[in-house]
């Protein structure tokens, strides 16, 4: 039973308004100059609302629903918090416009407004990442090859002072960073992200020996490219000896692999020069901040069924 100092402060707490996926399209379609909407049917006005904010309505809906109720007050939205508010972050990531062209997508009058809740909502948005991923003993269900492990590069403006270690070879020698993502196998879902880290002075295997190498749950391995065959205690990777059952098994898992990755492309702050460095923050970490509040609603789109990735033991 909570004490009353635990139920004194619940009710210190008000939570914000609760809005439906129908409240969130309305606004959507009034933002993105759609006036005669209610004509159209459903799945155009989904893909009309995914064309401007890159995520179903009913995934705004979904995070909406756990920011407000969430027990963090760092992450729970305040009483007056707006839907609009929560719409302008999320437009910001998935369009990454200059401040000015977000401030007149949403009539603010200037683009600092528009940068102070993009930045507001961003931040509460990437710290539901933790306990969306779960720790590793949270993710481990008995497979022996329990997860994908990859990485991928983000490009970004050249850093002060220049250093060759931000160096993307994937970008031929320009600046980028490299995250780290493990994709669990018997679900969709991400079990593993770590990053910002220079490509330049790290690439894949030495960044999965810097971290997750030591965190690893005992007798279990991952699929992995051929970047990873240094490591044979800890990767299987695509072998010409593989029978064609498990040759295809690999190839469905680096597939799926690859299909998330691209998801997570789809957002625009994740593929464009990343050049937000204010904030208050150094740029490393604006720029994972950025990284986990688009995973965070990735996975939102996974679990809530809006969007799906191949089941790699389907044959």
Known sequence: MASKDEVSTASASPRAKLYPEKHFMMLGMRYGRFPR?????PARCIQRFKEQFG????????????????????????KKAKPKELL?????????????????????????TARKWARRYMKKIALLL??????LADNDEGLIFFMSLDGTHCPIEEPRPWSKKWSSHKFGGKPGVNYEFGLLLHKAKLGWIHGPTPPGEKNDLVVFRSKL????????????????????DYFTTK??????????????????????????KCFAITRTKFRHRGFGENWEEAHETAMHAVCVIVQLHLDNGTQRLLDPYSV
Not at 37 to 41: A, G, N, P, R, V
Not at 217 to 231: H, V
């Open 37 to 41: 909407w209610k004509s159209y049917k």
């Open 213 to 232: 190498m030591h965190e690893m749950p005992a007798d279990r391995r991952l699929i992995a490219d051929s970047g990873y065959t240094a490591e044979p």
């Open 88 to 112: 302008i972050g999320i437009r910001h990531l998935f369009k990454y416009h200059t401040e000015p062209d977000l401030a007149m997508f949403f009539n603010i009058k200037t683009g600092k």
């Open 239 to 264: 072998n010409e000896l593989d029978p064609k059952k498990l040759s295809k098994f690999k190839d469905r898992v680096l597939s799926r692999h690859e299909n998330f990755n691209q998801r997570v």
């Open 130 to 135: 933790p306990e969306m991923v779960g720790t």
């Open 55 to 78: 995520c179903h309505p009913k995934t705004v809906a979904d995070l909406w629903e756990k920011l407000r109720n969430h027990d963090d007050e760092a992450i729970r939205l305040p």
